[in-house]
């Protein structure tokens, strides 16, 4: 009679995986399970490690990135290397990362080059991150780049450097490159479309809770409206100059609290009804009494309604998301998002110059 080894199922899905097949089960072990799961911990942790650090990579930056001197460094194949400043702008600042470029202008794809690669930001004179790429080979005619990690800058007008570092050999650094870029605010395509994104997102949240009692709160800074969600509950709503108010502070822009703020520029212009024009501290207004303004309405234009009657802080203000379309929040119609700007006579308009462009 032939002896058999009785042996079970492990219950752990990592035994199951670690089984070479289904029909050869293998035997549980409490031990096994321990030294399985140490295994599994150790891996992600250099995983995840590896993930963390800068990485060379042949795609070269797609977004908007400002490079220096393109230099040639002193190394047999020929190699020239370039910094740069790789910028993700955003509302309140802007989010920088160093990066180098090392290219092989050997023709002969066997002629590499094996650098070790650095890319440095520096702000205000001082090295904010600085990030080893390691070592990769680069074969002739090819070019890669050493990324980074991001470094968020929280204000505008200020100089960011980059400067990375190529060693070719143990002991000697043979290139040295470095870029510069004043941070500045995001375009105003950017402003618009993060307006419009927000009003459209939140627009649902208030459907049929129209209230000028519960309305969004109005006291909170750009910085603050920009960086929390607006309150929601129970007996919370919006009216219209409120939504606004929190949609046009994603665009860095504070509109006013009420629809005579909205039309006036918080009281740079005129509260009668007619065409005016004022500079702000987000930059030129625009207004127009009647439908429609020269050349046509733009994604981020502030549409109003009622506006004859401004002199008693009446009206209704809609934000225009193109496409004759409005997302607004409006007591008759509700909180909605693509509403024709039809709907009712439009009487004005309002423009930010560095919103809509």
């Not at 080059?113 to 520096?122: I, Q």
């Not at 450097?161 to 950017?190: C, E, K, L, M, N």
């Not at 750009?222 to 919370?236: K, L, T």
């Not at 309604?305 to 809609?318: E, I, K, P």
Request: glycine share 10%; net charge positive; aromatic share 8%.
């Amino acid at each position: 009679m032939t002896n058999v080894v009785q042996r079970r199922w492990c219950p752990s899905t990592v035994s199951r995986v670690l089984a070479t097949h289904e029909k050869q089960p293998m035997i549980c072990h409490p031990a096994l399970r321990v030294l399985v799961a140490l295994a599994l911990s150790a891996a992600t942790l250099l995983v995840t490690s590896a993930s963390a650090q800068a990485t060379w990579s042949r795609v070269a930056p797609t977004k908007d990135y400002h490079c220096g001197a393109y230099i040639r460094a002193p190394h047999s194949p020929p190699s020239w290397i370039q910094s740069c400043v790789l910028v993700h702008p955003s509302p309140s600042g802007s989010y920088v990362q160093g990066v180098t470029r090392v290219t092989n202008t050997n023709d002969n794809p066997r002629h590499s080059v094996r650098p070790t690669g650095y890319a440095t930001v520096l702000l205000d004179g001082k090295s904010h991150r600085r990030d080893n790429c390691g070592s990769t080979v680069i074969a002739g005619g090819q070019a890669k780049w050493c990324y980074g990690k991001t470094t968020y800058i929280s204000s505008h007008g200020r100089d960011v450097y980059a400067t990375g570092y190529v060693r070719f050999g143990a002991g000697s650094h043979d290139g040295v490159t470095s870029a510069r870029w004043r941070t500045r605010p995001p375009g105003a395509a950017i402003r618009a479309k993060r307006a419009i994104n927000w009003a459209v997102s939140h627009s649902s949240w208030w459907a049929g809770k129209y209230s000028m009692t519960y309305r969004l709160p109005t006291n909170k800074s750009i910085s603050h409206m920009q960086n929390n969600a607006p309150p929601r509950g129970r007996r919370q709503g919006c009216d219209c100059s409120s939504f606004l108010k929190w949609a046009m502070a994603q665009a860095s822009v504070d509109i006013g609290t009420y629809t005579k703020e909205n039309w006036t520029a918080r009281g740079r212009m005129p509260a009668r009804y007619t065409s005016s024009s004022a500079s702000t501290p987000y930059g030129r207004v625009l207004r127009g009494q009647g439908t429609t303004p020269p050349g046509g309405f733009k994604v981020g234009d502030l549409i109003f309604y009622g506006v004859s009657r401004m002199g008693t802080g009446t009206g209704h203000v809609a934000l225009y998301m193109g496409s004759g379309k409005i997302v607004q929040c409006s007591g008759g119609r509700g909180s909605n998002a693509g509403m024709s700007m039809d709907y009712t006579r439009r009487t004005g308009w309002v423009r930010y110059v560095s919103v809509t462009g």
